[in-house]
């Protein structure tokens, strides 16, 4: 037992106990590893800066700092998967926990004590030794749970198509973590072994490991000690120079991405507003790219989060966002540093001198990222949302289309076909436009033309006007907006395609052309609030047509609908039969926060049985029709919409409710595909209420042959 | 290889299709536009050539001033030149004078293949192009689905019933482009805007030295006969049904 100025009811310890004259080699060894730090950091910010078109992404400051304090302190993004989540918020809060607790030591030492007025004393000294021992166990389990995840659990997102993408980086890094946690109680053990004051009771870890040292004697416990503390001090200071150059970097990267996140609408899409005289459209290099979609890739963890729900990955395609995100972090990692010290000579060169780049050596779309991974997206934006960096990997995508489909026009001739039918005929199917308004022939629908003076228009959208189910919906809806007595219109023949898909499928220049002539009809109408019934034209109307002089209310149908019942407008009194499931469309859920609407409506039809399936709300399996997918033939792996339909049977739904005509059809197929037409049905919530209203008799399909009185 | 492709605007196939009360042609307002799909086989055709051998592709086209929408369309696609007959006299005008027109806009300008469609699918004629290659006293080979450049000359293949023929042609040549020649491209963003930019020769007849006289002309335009309701069977057995048919189209429509 050593002599001590502490003493029961003065508690505390001696801060940098049996480190004698070690400030000068700590200060040294620290400004060391401070300069490979900040040499680090400056090498990146040359490359964060050396490639990408210009962005901002410092305005609205306030909602910057609340996304940075939201998901970079408190980690929202990163618990909404809870283990994972847990197991990081364990390290993450631990360690900022110890860095206060040894900023703490570090102020005592160097201006508590010196300045007479210590603070690491008492009942304070008490609880904060508790709360250090605590904070040291969260990072040793957060370290553990992640060495398991890692290295024995290996879930499949931490890998591609089954092989884990492990770098012997994450090793040294959590190695790092847990060894400096490790000694740090090896040396709280011993120092309360030579010094043993009985309230370090409170240090109960380093109280208990105390005992592991019952027989080492004092000079050789300091001994150890001092090996221990050196061993400790190098590996936090080694742990700080590692940052810049290892996936440590994400704690500089991630929260710097989550401040720079976007601010626009779920599924912007920056329009192209230079068609004349660009040489180029989309990104077909890099540099392509604005500096922040370039600097994302520098932000990713490879958690795999956007895996998880990727319907491509899971369905067996090449894409992985991860992946994507990755290739491109690697393509960088090449071409940045070439292209910072170009740039670096240039500015050393004469004035006016264009620097000379470093020519690539690699079509980035076509080799970084395959085609085929490329054109398997379905902008369903699981990825975006659910990552935990803030990544944005949809625009990216759509920005690579946009090079494949405007620059090189290269890509699938059912696409392309598509196209053409939307250039001649404004629909996909390339269907006479003539025949727009067919459906609503006989019901009494007035369009705009015919009397403008009403609340609403009624956007049919191209699958309600051409596709024998989306029609169907079509007069359903306009059914219950009648008996209801609300006040609408349809443009008719003077509607137009509204343009998702071409711009989700890269085609900008065709998207424009149909949204601007859609704005000139509907300006020209002076419409104020829309309705649609499809999410895609919703989604696009909403927040694309605004970019082109179109500002609109835009309601989707369910909201509509919902609202009708809440009023007492409408009544459902007649039951349905069967159990149903309700599907989330992802231009509706993901993209307009919509999951209440549809689910309030079901549950406001009589008799109605809804059972969930398991993939919901934000985690919703897309149908696979999203992103001009609907347009395109599906070769690799399993058909996405299909899956969707398993897993509507796995919860013995026999009815797959949707609020989306792309979602209706690829699951009406699915449910073929499956060979269960004959049990299941998939209808639009539209459908379902008009059926509880119970106004009309159902026609039973066969009845051309009934018999005839 | 200079190559010359010959285009046509025709009405969408999807366009709705009214003829005029008078029987004098059909309504135009409404319909949408767009180059015959057998011309578009010759363009991208032509193009592809062109990507192998060199040299310039011209696009002629007879028509009012809207055809000029479906030349810009073929530049965009790639093609470098245009030259658009536009006379109100030639509207309407039979094969003989629209080749005419044509013979003597190509005559000035080098060329050693002339692509044609094989019909235009507004009149279903089919002759230009047979017509053209008289007027330039060059070969012809027609519903190619295949064409192969072999020094000076090109082979061909020809699909007939049962088989397909084998052609082979000395250049210059006129060929007319059957479904299945290839896939026409998509007009690239640049292809497009650069479309605007090139040149196109605006001639009309009596510039090209032709005097229009129709030989043959269309008296009248008439619509297709009202299609009569279609039926439906009924019956519980398929046997039953397949009599009851078999029984219809003998007797009441007489086709078996």
């Given at each position: 037992?050593?002599?001590?100025?502490?003493?029961?009811?003065?508690?505390?310890?001696?801060v940098?106990?049996?480190?004698?004259?070690?400030?000068?080699?700590l200060?040294?060894?620290?400004?060391?590893?401070?300069?490979?730090?900040?040499?680090?950091?400056?090498?990146?910010?040359?490359?964060?800066?050396?490639?990408?078109?210009?962005?901002?992404?410092?305005?609205?400051?306030?909602?910057?700092?609340?996304?940075?304090?939201?998901?970079?302190?408190?980690?929202?993004?990163?618990?909404?998967d809870?283990?994972?989540?847990?197991?990081?918020?364990?390290?993450?809060?631990?360690?900022?926990?110890?860095?206060?607790?040894?900023?703490?030591?570090?102020?005592?030492?160097?201006?508590?004590?010196?300045?007479?007025?210590?603070?690491?004393?008492?009942?304070?000294?008490?609880?904060?030794?508790?709360?250090?021992?605590?904070?040291?166990?969260?990072?040793l389990?957060?370290?553990?749970?992640a060495?398991?995840?890692?290295?024995?659990?290996k879930?499949?997102?931490?890998?591609y198509?089954?092989?884990?993408?492990n770098?012997?980086?994450?090793?040294?890094?959590l190695?790092?973590?847990g060894?400096?946690?490790?000694?740090?109680?090896?040396?709280?053990?011993?120092r309360?072994?030579?010094t043993?004051?009985?309230?370090?009771?409170?240090?109960?870890?380093?109280?208990?490991?105390?005992?592991?040292?019952a027989?080492?004697?004092?000079?050789?416990?300091?001994?150890?000690?001092?090996v221990?503390?050196?061993?400790?001090?190098?590996m936090?200071?080694?742990?700080?120079?590692?940052?810049?150059?290892?996936?440590?970097?994400?704690?500089?990267?991630?929260?710097?991405?989550?401040?720079?996140?976007?601010?626009?609408?779920?599924?912007?899409?920056?329009?192209?507003?230079?068609?004349?005289?660009?040489?180029?459209?989309?990104?077909?290099q890099?540099?392509?790219?604005?500096?922040?979609?370039?600097?994302?890739?520098?932000?990713?963890?490879r958690?795999?989060?956007?895996?998880?729900?990727?319907?491509?990955?899971?369905?067996?395609?090449?894409?992985?966002?991860?992946?994507?995100?990755?290739?491109?972090?690697?393509?960088?990692?090449?071409?940045?540093?070439?292209?910072?010290?170009?740039?670096?000579?240039?500015g050393?060169?004469?004035?006016?001198?264009?620097?000379?780049?470093?020519?690539?050596?690699?079509?980035?779309?076509g080799?970084?990222?395959?085609?085929?991974?490329?054109?398997?997206?379905t902008?369903?934006?699981?990825?975006?949302?659910?990552?935990?960096?803030?990544?944005?990997?949809?625009?990216?995508?759509?920005?690579?289309?946009?090079?494949?489909?405007?620059?090189?026009?290269?890509?699938?001739?059912?696409?392309?076909?598509?196209?053409?039918?939307?250039?001649n005929?404004?629909?996909?199917?390339?269907?006479?436009?003539?025949l727009?308004?067919?459906?609503?022939?006989?019901?009494?629908?007035?369009t705009?033309?015919?009397?403008?003076?009403?609340?609403?228009?009624?956007?049919?959208?191209?699958?309600?006007?051409?596709?024998e189910?989306?029609?169907?919906?079509?007069?359903?809806?306009?059914?219950?907006?009648?008996?209801?007595?609300?006040?609408?219109?349809?443009?008719?023949?003077?509607?137009?395609?509204?343009?998702?898909?071409?711009?989700?499928?890269?085609?900008?220049?065709?998207s424009?052309?149909?949204?601007?002539?859609?704005?000139?009809?509907?300006?020209?109408?002076?419409?104020?609030?829309?309705?649609?019934?499809?999410?895609?034209?919703?989604?696009?109307?909403?927040?694309?047509?605004?970019?082109f002089?179109?500002n609109?209310?835009?309601?989707?149908?369910?909201?509509?609908?919902?609202?009708?019942?809440a009023?007492?407008?409408?009544?459902?009194?007649?039951?349905?039969?069967?159990?149903?499931?309700?599907?989330?469309?992802?231009?509706?859920?993901?993209?307009?926060?919509?999951?209440?609407?549809?689910?309030?409506?079901?549950?406001?039809?009589?008799?109605?049985?809804?059972?969930?399936?398991?993939?919901?709300?934000?985690?919703?399996?897309?149908?696979?029709?999203?992103?001009?997918?609907?347009?395109?033939?599906?070769?690799d792996?399993?058909r996405?919409?299909?899956?969707?339909?398993?897993?509507?049977?796995?919860?013995n739904?026999?009815?797959?409710?949707?609020?989306?005509?792309?979602?209706?059809?690829?699951?009406?197929?699915?449910?073929k595909a499956?060979?269960?037409?004959?049990?299941?049905?998939?209808?639009?919530?539209?459908?379902?209420?008009?059926?509880?209203?119970?106004l009309?008799?159902?026609?039973?399909?066969?009845?051309?042959?009934?018999?005839?009185? | 290889?200079?190559?010359?492709?010959?285009?046509?605007?025709?009405?969408d196939?999807?366009?709705?299709?009214?003829?005029?009360?008078?029987?004098?042609?059909?309504?135009?307002?409404?319909?949408?536009?767009?180059?015959n799909?057998?011309?578009?086989?010759?363009?991208?055709?032509?193009?592809?050539?062109?990507?192998?051998?060199?040299?310039?592709?011209?696009?002629?086209?007879?028509?009012?001033?809207?055809?000029?929408?479906?030349?810009?369309?073929?530049?965009?696609m790639?093609?470098?030149?245009g030259?658009?007959?536009?006379?109100?006299?030639?509207?309407?005008?039979?094969?003989?004078?629209?080749?005419?027109?044509?013979?003597?806009?190509?005559?000035?300008i080098?060329?050693?293949?002339?692509?044609?469609?094989?019909?235009?699918?507004?009149?279903?004629a089919?002759?230009?192009?047979?017509?053209?290659?008289?007027?330039?006293g060059?070969?012809q080979?027609?519903?190619?689905?295949?064409?192969?450049?072999?020094?000076?000359?090109?082979?061909?293949?020809?699909?007939?019933?049962?088989?397909?023929?084998?052609?082979?042609?000395?250049?210059?040549?006129?060929?007319?482009?059957?479904?299945?020649?290839?896939?026409?491209?998509?007009?690239s963003l640049?292809?497009?805007?650069?479309?605007k930019?090139?040149?196109?020769?605006?001639?009309d007849?009596?510039?090209?030295?032709?005097?229009?006289?129709p030989?043959?002309?269309?008296?009248?335009?008439?619509p297709?006969?009202?299609?009569?309701?279609?039926?439906?069977?009924?019956?519980?057995?398929?046997?039953?049904?397949?009599?009851?048919?078999?029984?219809?189209?003998?007797?009441?429509?007489?086709?078996?």
């Open positions: 037992m050593e002599l001590s100025k502490f003493s029961v009811g003065n508690e505390g310890r001696e940098f106990w049996n480190a004698e004259n070690f400030e000068g080699l200060f040294a060894f620290t400004a060391i590893a401070m300069a490979i730090f900040a040499y680090g950091i400056y090498r990146r910010w040359q490359m964060w800066t050396a490639i990408g078109k210009p962005e901002v992404r410092n305005d609205q400051i306030k909602e910057r700092i609340k996304l940075l304090l939201k998901n970079g302190l408190f980690q929202i993004k990163t618990f909404r809870i283990y994972p989540g847990i197991m990081h918020g364990l390290i993450f809060f631990g360690f900022i926990g110890l860095m206060f607790g040894a900023a703490f030591d570090a102020t005592e030492f160097h201006v508590g004590e010196p300045y007479g007025f210590p603070f690491l004393i008492g009942k304070f000294y008490l609880v904060f030794s508790f709360l250090m021992e605590v904070l040291g166990l969260f990072v389990a957060g370290v553990f749970m060495l398991d995840r890692r290295y024995i659990t879930p499949e997102r931490l890998g198509k089954g092989e884990p993408d770098t012997p980086d994450d090793a040294i890094v190695l790092l973590l060894g400096i946690i490790l000694t740090g109680f090896v040396i709280e053990a011993l309360i072994h030579v043993n004051p009985p309230w370090e009771v409170w240090s109960f870890v380093g109280y208990t490991l105390a005992k592991a040292f027989g080492v004697d004092n000079n050789t416990a300091r001994i150890i000690h001092k221990m503390w050196w061993t400790h001090t190098f936090a200071l080694g742990f700080i120079a590692y940052i810049p150059y290892s996936r440590l970097v994400h704690m500089i990267t991630t929260p710097a991405n989550h401040f720079m996140a976007s601010l626009k609408p779920v599924g912007n899409i920056e329009p192209i507003r230079d068609f004349e005289t660009a040489e180029s459209f989309g990104a077909g890099l540099e392509d790219f604005t500096w922040k979609q370039v600097f994302d890739s520098d932000a990713c963890t958690c795999g989060r956007c895996q998880d729900g990727c319907p491509a990955y899971l369905s067996g395609k090449a894409l992985s966002p991860k992946k994507v995100v990755q290739d491109l972090k690697t393509y960088w990692l090449e071409r940045a540093p070439l292209i910072a010290a170009a740039k670096k000579a240039a050393k060169a004469a004035e006016g001198a264009a620097p000379e780049m470093p020519a690539a050596t690699k079509a980035m779309v080799e970084v990222i395959d085609l085929h991974e490329l054109w398997a997206c902008n369903c934006m699981y990825c975006m949302e659910h990552c935990s960096s803030s990544i944005e990997h949809v625009p990216k995508i759509v920005n690579m289309r946009q090079y494949k489909v405007l620059t090189e026009a290269d890509f699938a001739p059912e696409l392309q076909l598509t196209y053409r039918n939307m250039e005929n404004s629909n996909p199917w390339g269907v006479g436009s003539h727009r308004a067919d459906w609503a022939k006989e019901l009494g629908v007035k705009l033309a015919e009397d403008p003076n009403v609340e609403y228009l009624f956007y049919v959208g191209c699958s309600g006007s051409f596709d189910r989306g029609k169907k919906v079509s007069v359903a809806f306009a059914k219950i907006l009648q008996t209801a007595g609300v006040s609408f219109g349809i443009l008719g023949t003077e509607e137009g395609c509204c343009g998702d898909s071409a711009m989700r499928g890269g085609n900008e220049y065709l424009q052309t149909l949204m601007q002539t859609n704005i000139e009809v509907m300006n020209g109408y002076g419409v104020k609030k829309i309705i649609c019934t499809c999410p895609h034209g919703y989604n696009t109307l909403k927040k694309d047509y605004p970019h002089g179109g609109y209310e835009v309601y989707h149908h369910t909201e509509i609908i919902a609202n009708l019942i009023a007492g407008k409408i009544s459902l009194k007649k039951p349905v039969d069967g159990m149903f499931t309700y599907h989330d469309s992802c231009f509706l859920g993901r993209y307009n926060n919509i999951y209440d609407q549809p689910r309030k409506i079901l549950a406001a039809v009589p008799g109605m049985k809804l059972a969930e399936m398991d993939r919901k709300l934000d985690k919703s399996f897309c149908c696979g029709a999203g992103g001009a997918r609907m347009w395109m033939e599906e070769h792996g399993e996405i919409n299909n899956m969707r339909t398993d897993q509507a049977i796995d919860v739904a026999t009815n797959i409710a949707v609020a989306c005509p792309f979602c209706l059809t690829m699951l009406t197929d699915g449910i499956r060979e269960k037409e004959e049990k299941m049905a998939s209808l639009d919530i539209a459908e379902v209420v008009w059926r509880a209203m119970g009309e008799e159902e026609k039973p399909s066969a009845d051309v042959c009934a018999p005839t009185e | 290889m200079n190559i010359v492709a010959c285009v046509k605007q025709v009405p196939t999807e366009a709705a299709i009214k003829v005029k009360p008078d029987g004098s042609g059909i309504e135009e307002a409404g319909i949408k536009w767009v180059m799909p057998y011309d578009e086989f010759g363009v991208e055709e032509a193009l592809k050539l062109k990507e192998k051998f060199g040299g310039d592709v011209t696009i002629v086209s007879v028509g009012p001033a809207r055809a000029l929408e479906t030349i810009r369309t073929a530049l965009a790639g093609a470098d030149k030259i658009h007959i536009n006379d109100p006299a030639l509207e309407g005008a039979d094969a003989y004078n629209i080749a005419a027109a044509l013979a003597a806009a190509i005559k000035g080098p060329h050693d293949i002339i692509f044609c469609g094989q019909r235009a699918i507004d009149d279903d089919g002759q230009v192009g047979s017509v053209l290659a008289e007027f330039l060059i070969p080979v027609t519903f190619v689905t295949k064409l192969d450049v072999e020094g000076a000359s090109i082979k061909v293949i020809r699909p007939i019933e049962g088989a397909q023929l084998l052609i082979q042609s000395s250049l210059p040549c006129v060929v007319t482009a059957q479904k299945g020649l290839n896939e026409p491209r998509y007009a640049p292809g497009i805007m650069k479309a930019k090139k040149p196109v020769d605006v001639k007849a009596a510039g090209l030295g032709v005097t229009v006289a030989k043959a002309k269309i008296a009248k335009t008439l297709p006969p009202a299609r009569p309701p279609g039926k439906i069977i009924c019956g519980e057995e398929p046997a039953e049904k397949a009599r009851e048919l078999a029984k219809l189209l003998r007797e009441e429509a007489k086709v078996i």
